[in-house]
């Protein structure tokens, strides 16, 4: 499906519930520059008890099946998603960010604080430039040997994100990273990440909504350490840095993944219940 943001067309997937006056929905905003199917799996799995949900995953511009639309640095990306989620979720609505989305989330929240029921960010991107950011080096803590044996070690060396390579993770990767990631647009990809810090504001004040980080341990591109420093602006948060895990936490820590976002959403419906 497409909306009209703006006159930019936006991709988007919806699932579970109708919209409705009583039905939460959550937006879900994935990384740079792969697309919705990033987040699609790992949150299906999250919901799968909570039908009464409505979950609308947006494919980013220029990235998926969404046209760049004259689209040339963040703040344009921002300002698009921005009239898409109007048109989509014209109330209150939950909001999940990972990675780049999640540098996305924090300006959606910075401008209507009021509409945001819920926080979550997943391995959220907090300094723009890679050279800026405080992060560990990558290293793979987990080979699977029968993984080593049928893709070869040139294309496992090649992984500079994977922790945890085992045939389940890569399965989940291929599935899930690598369609998006041939899909983006090479030039409006470039364009965006030659202007990418925003000048929207971020944290102008405290949120006291449910809010969960997840972030892991050894993510090698965009940390643990500088999201921590965020942490007094967000007095309801659960802030989990997951051993054996990097950028791509959901998929190399399903189980824990699914038990925090979980918890996290029992705290939302607690605070909407309220």
């Given amino acids: 499906m497409f909306v009209d943001a703006a006159g930019s067309p936006v991709h988007h997937v919806e699932r579970g519930a109708a919209p409705g006056p009583d039905v939460p929905t959550v937006v879900l905003l994935h990384g ?19 039908p009464g949900w409505r979950r609308v995953y947006l494919d980013l511009p220029g990235m998926g099946a969404s046209p760049a639309s004259g689209v040339s640095s963040t703040d344009d990306v921002l300002a698009v998603v921005q009239a898409a989620v109007d048109a989509l979720v014209p109330g209150p609505y939950v909001l999940v960010g990972e990675s780049f989305g999640g540098y996305l989330a924090r300006g959606l929240l910075a401008a209507h604080p009021e509409r945001v029921q819920g926080l979550g960010l997943l391995c959220p991107m907090i300094v723009p430039e890679p050279a800026d950011r405080d992060v560990p080096a990558h290293r793979v803590l987990v080979r699977d040997a029968g993984l080593l044996r049928e893709v070869g070690a040139a ?4 992984d500079d994100v994977a922790v945890v390579q085992t045939p389940a993770t890569w399965r989940r990767t291929e599935a899930e990273v690598a369609p ?29 909504r449910p809010t969960l980080f997840l972030v892991g341990r050894q993510d090698s591109s965009t940390g643990y350490r500088d999201a921590w420093r965020l942490l007094e602006d967000y007095p309801r948060a659960t802030f989990a840095v ?16 699914d038990a925090l976002v979980g918890e996290w959403l029992d705290r939302v419906e607690e605070s909407l219940a309220g």
């Fill in 32 to 50: 740079f520059p792969v697309d919705h199917r990033l987040m699609l799996t790992a949150f299906e799995n999250a919901f799968a008890s909570r």
């Fill in 155 to 158: 294309a496992l060396d090649a």
């Fill in 180 to 208: 998006g990631l041939a899909a983006a647009d090479v030039d409006a990809v470039a364009r965006v990440r030659a202007r990418y810090a925003g000048t929207f504001p971020l944290e102008p004040r405290a949120f006291e």
């Fill in 242 to 257: 997951l051993d054996r895990a990097g950028h791509n936490l959901q998929i190399e820590q399903p189980a824990l993944f």
